[in-house]
DNA sequence: AATAATTGGTTAGTGTAACGTACTATCTGC
DNA sequence: GCAGATAGTACGTTACACTAACCAATTATT
């Protein structure tokens, strides 16, 4: 028990880390976190607004601004679903996908650089670590 | 470096994961984030708005609205500092340091129970691991 | 077929938060 | 004693998330 407040501790300090170096490469990529993010989910995926909420962990209703903003800035776009004149699915648009695999690289070196350091072995262990982590969250 | 792509992407994951552990917390607290954050820093310390700036990696201006609203709702308080009376530093209320403990203890429950499948010998690894990672992203 | 309930999404209003710039007041070095 | 540097704030802008209320289209009910 003493012990977990270590570990958790450990957790939460380095997500703070992370988070650091993702905003980051926002500013650098003159992107705000949370599009950041949109674009992130995108990738690969077009999901519907209320799907969008659930991938996102946010409101319906906050979804509505957030695509409204990524489209003005010509990163998504909203796409008629037929047979459902109500629903909308949101793609990436092409400088969508470009602006998503920029700033993916830019976070992808930097926090390479961060674990430059440990050893091939521990690697493949806070990986292995981290899907079990993610796992037990995903099934809470 | 196709195994960075695997690290560095659970690095991000693990972090959102626990980042929305942090903000459930936040939400059952009645917490914003920022001051969820604003709270643990101050734990502890007692820094000026300029170094509580530093420690949260915002603007100087930023720290200013932010210690108003933890001052408005009774977490924090502005202290003068006898010798130099353009400078204050900011500490917890006796409300902001329950509020911190119990806020703690509700993330630390969280995050113990998505590790509690780990055997013990990974949480003290993880633990190292992380402790690493932190240094050279101080070192940074 | 008509109505009720559900689902997909938006609107409006509020609170929070971060930024950049410009500003005041105080302190320090020469 | 005056030129900087330093501590903090004010202001305006953008962004984001929430709640509550709402409309429109779809599906279920009887």
Redesign the interface.
């Known amino acids: 028990m003493g ?13 703070f ?6 905003e980051q490469a926002c500013a650098e990529h003159d992107t705000p976190p949370a599009q950041a ?1 949109l674009l992130g989910v995108l990738e690969g995926r077009s999901p519907g607004m209320a799907e969008l909420a659930g991938l996102l ?1 946010v409101e319906r209703a906050s979804v509505t601004g957030l695509v409204d903003r990524a489209e003005r800035r010509g990163l998504a776009r909203r796409v008629a679903v037929p047979g459902d004149r109500r629903a909308s699915r949101v793609e990436l648009t092409g400088q969508g996908r470009q602006v998503e695999a920029a700033f993916r690289t830019t ?2 070196d930097r ?8 050893p ?1 072995s ?6 292995r ?6 796992a ?2 995903a099934a ?1």
Do not use: K, N, P
């Open positions: 012990e977990d407040l270590v570990v958790t501790d450990a957790l939460v300090q380095l997500s880390l992370v988070q650091s170096v993702f993010r962990g976070v992808t926090l390479g650089a961060l674990v430059a350091d440990l091939r521990d690697h493949a262990h806070l990986t670590m981290a899907a079990r982590i993610l037990a969250g809470r």
